[in-house]
């Protein structure tokens, strides 16, 4: 059985993070599952998303993969912890599962000279107060400031972020409503793996003395040094270059928008129960 790299996220999203890591893993064996049917994990409350991202970290262990990233942002928020703590010793302590807030807020605080931060994230991502946690903890002295952009991801995943009279509305709305929180804000942290798709519209409508960061580059950079200090989990992981796409939903849509995420047609998607 390939013991490949297990990626989650509730939707497509996650594919953004899985492209960073791909292109700097190549050679690793990799199976992406988006529950697409239980989208989106935004606006559920934390038991909910806490049930669904471990039924989801089950069936990946079930397929082989000794190690599962949650490239979602309210997965991690929300489940990463409790799935760490209470379920993997008694699943297998030799499997592992990682998120995405931690990797980004050990660096984000190198990018602001001002020390206040934007995030924008999902309603649950930001009611879950993870990064202003986790910010604190590696740099006690940056501010933290959110605003949650709950029109995003349907935006995105509908297709109407491509027409600029329906997104730049949206999209400007929360960019107001976070800079209104600071003067001083000079890095906005893109915190929902779906948001890289609207960055070019983010990217305009921003100053330029303001820098926006998005999560797939520094999860990549994470997951190498992840690989390089733990050699017993590199050395379980197979090498045959394989990519497995499986939906929870209706995988001729997930193949026809998952090509946007992952720059390049996706040919196989398998919908699977999880």
Same mark, same amino acid.
């Given at each position: 059985m390939k013991q490949a790299i297990g990626i989650f996220d509730s939707g497509l999203g996650g594919l953004t993070v899985m492209k960073e890591i791909?292109?700097?893993? @190549?050679?690793?064996?990799?199976?992406?599952?988006?529950?697409?049917?239980?989208a989106p994990y935004g606006p559920r409350d934390f038991e909910t998303v806490y049930q669904y991202t471990l039924e989801a970290v089950q069936w990946?262990?079930?397929?082989?993969?000794?190690?599962?990233?949650?490239?979602?942002?309210?997965? *991690?928020?929300?489940?990463?912890?409790?799935?760490?703590?209470?379920?993997?010793?008694?699943?297998?302590? +030799?499997?592992?599962?990682?998120?995405?807030?931690?990797?980004?807020?050990?660096?984000?605080?190198?990018?602001?000279?001002?020390?206040?931060?934007?995030?924008?994230?999902?309603?649950?991502?930001?009611? *879950?107060?993870?990064?202003?946690?986790?910010?604190?903890?590696?740099?006690?002295?940056?501010?933290?400031?959110?605003?949650?952009?709950?029109?995003?991801?349907?935006?995105?995943? +509908?297709?109407?972020?491509?027409? =600029?009279?329906?997104?730049? @509305?949206?999209?400007?709305?929360?960019?107001?409503?976070?800079?209104?929180?600071?003067?001083?804000?000079?890095?906005?942290?893109?915190?929902?793996?779906?948001?890289?798709?609207?960055?070019?519209?983010?990217?305009?409508?921003?100053? @330029?003395?303001?820098?926006?960061?998005?999560?797939?580059?520094?999860?990549?950079?994470?997951?190498?040094?992840?690989?390089?200090?733990? @050699?017993?989990?590199?050395?379980?992981?197979?090498?045959?270059?394989?990519?497995?796409?499986?939906?929870?939903?209706?995988?001729?849509? =997930?193949?026809?928008?998952?090509?946007? =995420?992952?720059?390049?047609?996706?040919?196989?998607?398998?919908?699977?129960?999880?």
């Open positions: 791909h292109q700097r893993h @190549p050679e690793y064996d990799y199976i992406y599952l988006g529950d697409n049917a239980r990946l262990f079930n397929r082989g993969c000794p190690l599962v990233i949650l490239a979602c942002n309210t997965a *991690s928020a929300k489940a990463l912890r409790n799935i760490q703590q209470k379920d993997l010793p008694g699943i297998d302590p +030799s499997k592992r599962v990682l998120g995405v807030i931690r990797p980004t807020t050990e660096v984000i605080g190198d990018y602001t000279e001002t020390k206040h931060i934007g995030i924008l994230g999902t309603q649950g991502t930001v009611d *879950s107060g993870s990064y202003v946690i986790e910010v604190g903890k590696a740099f006690p002295d940056v501010h933290v400031h959110q605003q949650a952009c709950p029109a995003w991801v349907p935006l995105v995943e +509908s297709g109407d972020y491509l027409d =600029f009279t329906v997104a730049d @509305p949206i999209i400007r709305d929360c960019l107001i409503k976070l800079l209104d929180q600071s003067d001083d804000i000079d890095t906005v942290l893109l915190a929902c793996t779906h948001y890289p798709l609207l960055y070019p519209r983010i990217r305009a409508m921003l100053p @330029p003395d303001i820098t926006v960061v998005s999560q797939g580059e520094i999860v990549a950079d994470s997951l190498s040094t992840y690989l390089q200090r733990h @050699p017993e989990m590199e050395t379980r992981l197979s090498k045959g270059g394989s990519l497995e796409f499986c939906t929870t939903g209706d995988p001729e849509m =997930f193949q026809h928008a998952a090509g946007v =995420f992952w720059g390049e047609g996706v040919e196989r998607v398998e919908r699977v129960e999880v």
